[in-house]
């Protein structure tokens, strides 16, 4: 059973900084796509943002300019630093790492972001 887990979530205010990370086993992170999801109450999970294993990354339109996600190779962890953040990217985030071929898909257990005052 692959794990990944994750840390650093927590309450923040509107305008506000947080840093969540995700550690990795070695042989998966080696070879797949890191990203960030989240899923807000009574919404579908969404993807925040993603980094390959040769450092391009995709972020969605509503982080653009704020999150930043960034893998660390020799520590096995991808990391998203959260600025200036709204009440609206308050979510559950999902840690993800994902292959197409051979198919690889794998979840954290999810960590709790809220932002408010």
């Known amino acids: 059973q692959v794990q990944l887990v994750e840390s650093g979530g927590g309450l923040v205010q509107p305008g506000g900084s947080l840093r969540l990370s995700c550690a990795a086993p070695?042989?998966?992170?080696?070879?797949?796509?890191m990203g960030w999801y989240r899923q807000a109450p009574g919404k579908e999970r969404e993807l925040v943002a993603t980094i390959t294993e040769g450092g391009s990354t995709n972020y969605a339109d509503t982080v653009k300019g704020r999150f930043t996600i960034s893998r660390d190779n020799g520590k096995n962890t991808v990391d998203l630093q959260m600025n200036s953040v709204k009440p609206e990217d308050t979510a559950v985030y999902y840690c993800?790492?994902?292959?197409?071929?051979?198919?690889?898909?794998?979840w954290g257990q999810g960590t709790q972001v809220t932002v408010s005052s």
């Open positions: 993800n790492a994902a292959r197409i071929l051979p198919r690889l898909d794998y």
């Open positions: 070695t042989t998966i992170f080696a070879i797949t796509t």
